[in-house]
């Protein structure tokens, strides 16, 4: 079943457990930082997004879709999110 919450608490959501849980860094990540060219998430750190996405959105993520240009950064992944329709707008 989808869950739908508001674009901004998925930001929040997200960029906390990219600290929290994935992060090979403590470094401040921002909406823009590049997560995987700068290391501070690895491949495995990808599927763990990936299932952590699905689980709070309540949606399938293609494994085609699981590629640099949607899980590069923060926003990238705000922006598949919201493609998917999984997040509202204000």
């Not at 997560?35 to 309540?58: E, K, M, N, P």
């Not at 993520?61 to 707008?89: G, H």
């Amino acid at each position: 079943m989808q869950t739908q919450i508001s674009i901004d608490e998925f930001r929040q959501r997200l960029t906390t457990f990219i600290v929290d849980e994935v992060a090979t860094a403590d470094e401040a990540i921002e909406a823009d930082t590049d997560l995987l060219l700068s290391g501070l998430v690895d491949s495995l750190g990808v599927v763990v997004l990936s299932d952590w996405i699905q689980d709070q959105l309540g949606i399938a993520i293609d494994p085609v879709d699981i590629v640099l240009e949607n899980f590069q950064t923060v926003e990238a992944m705000v922006v598949y999110a919201q493609s998917r329709d999984a997040v509202s707008t204000p």
